[in-house]
């Protein structure tokens, strides 16, 4: 995506953690953007502002709508209303909860797989070709090479959630092969930052604020995961995009060089909140089934081509914090 | 499954291919025995002996149905009619056809994926929780390290088939993980052998019967194959979960040591009918796109538990032959 050329990029999930940080930045840098969402877990107000730009009014267009049953035609009036086409979809709907897929398995099939799906047909059908994806670190499933490559070894799926992003990229790659889409596949650590939604900061800060002087968490505290900041994370993908090769099918990881353990993270939030509950585990080494104990990508295929986070994962720790401070609302808003 | 110990096996494509061989071996084991197939590539003619078999009157249960629409409940019949309940699934019935995936994209997503889908849920929901799973060598994409063995690199897909089974083992792996279920997946090269419906030599044997002068062939003919014999591969299966471990996801290559050339078949072929027809070439290192120009998997997994196929490749295309000489209706079945 070079630049100086301006396109007509459609963002899925649009109103979203992701979406919508990278729905500002395309806005900003001159892109007309289409979003369509369902605001089953995106917020109207991640877009407020950006509706409310006279700037933006020509470049910038909404779509509530369902991506899933065939019922709903938004997705194809969204073709139909682009005048000149649609040059770039960026394909972000997803259930993005890995936690809780035990407790609705269809859920993940059809949001993350069958979604994509969809939306893979609807770009073949509208002669649209190029294609971001928002997959994830988890699935390469308890990868056996730390930190893991993104040629590591043939994954054995872990959760619903890996399995039905694993099956996405899969259903990318093969309309690459066959159909000359041309597409960029990006495996995610957790995202930090602002219109942070779900995850353990915020399951964190909202326990802590009924009870400052208690806090339980799930498994030994010693799992080690990684995160990266928002904003680092969109000047990746934009990065990848513009950058990388003319291959059909560009899959990067996406992370920063470096991990922590839960315990740290909870150490950041307790010391920046002023607080020092007392510390509970319900132990194991995993915190729910499908836990993954150690997540940590290597990320030297994005750094070759100039990407470099600015933010340290502590960094994005507070930032989340102080965002969710700011942004109450947003703790009762699921 | 240990030959003393008797089992209610489901079938799932049990009028199939493979799973009518696995039938009669199952109930020839003294195995109770139920098949659910909605006879789209299925044959009744596949079953015909076994019905009429007085000896498995008791042991043996034929449902028509579709596993794909929630409206067919016969699935459910089949858990609700088994008395003591269903011990064992293996999962065959799927859309087995690599080369037209492009011709109907949703097809593989639902015959493959959204149907395993199914399945794992009835299992789930009744109770069962072993399954065996017929997968591909098409999962690897096109290999970089041949012969390829089952924890080979992380595989790009490059065909609509092999990414709907890679979702499936998936889903397997996810409810062996998050469910208990114990699975076996085994990823196959080309069956060849009696009751083989479709591939390369029932279109050649075709295509001569029609014109023995003439022989076009798909790609530059040296595209290399891996092929199994439709016994060998039944052993293995067997042996695979008589004497794998206790894991919850077993995953085993299943081929021969060796393979051969789309040119070498084409001479087998010939030499056996007698014939010695003019060769064309639509050339090109692939037969069509997304056809791997070299599958050979490493077996060094399943050799390890003690199997050894009984038959080479050009045994297995031979014995494909005499098959559809001696059963030509098979060849307007479909």
Known sequence: MQSHQHMHCLVTGGAGFIGSNLVDRLL????????????STGLMDFLKSTLENADYKSRF???????????????QRVFDESKNGIDFVFHLAANADVRFGLDHPKKDL???????????????????R?????????VYGE??????????????????????????????????????FQSYIFRFVSILGERYTHGHIFDFYKKLLVDPYHLEILGDGKQKKSYL???DCIDAILMAIEKATDDKVNVFNLGTDEYCQVNDS?????EHLGLKPKLTYTG???GWIGDNPFIFLDCSKIRKIGHQPKYSIKDAVIKTLEYLKNNKGILNAR
Chains 1, 2 share one sequence.
């Open 266 to 270: 909870v150490g950041w939030i307790c």
């Open 284 to 286: 194991g080494e995993r």
């Open 28 to 39: 900003e840098m001159g892109h007309k953007v289409s979003v369509i969402d369902d605001f």
């Open 143 to 180: 990868a056996k090479v730390i930190p893991t490559p993104e040629d590591a070894h043939f994954p054995i799926q872990t959760s619903l959630y890996g399995t039905s992003k694993l099956a996405a990229e899969g259903l990318i790659m093969a309309y690459s092969e066959g159909y000359n």
């Open 229 to 231: 900041y928002i904003g």
């Open 110 to 128: 059809e949001q993350n797989t069958i979604v994509t799906f969809n939306v893979l047909e609807a770009m073949r059908r509208n002669g649209c």
């Open 61 to 75: 267009k909404l779509y509530r709508g369902d991506l899933l049953t065939e019922q709903d035609t938004t997705l």
């Open 130 to 138: 190029r294609i971001a994806f928002s997959s994830t670190g988890s």
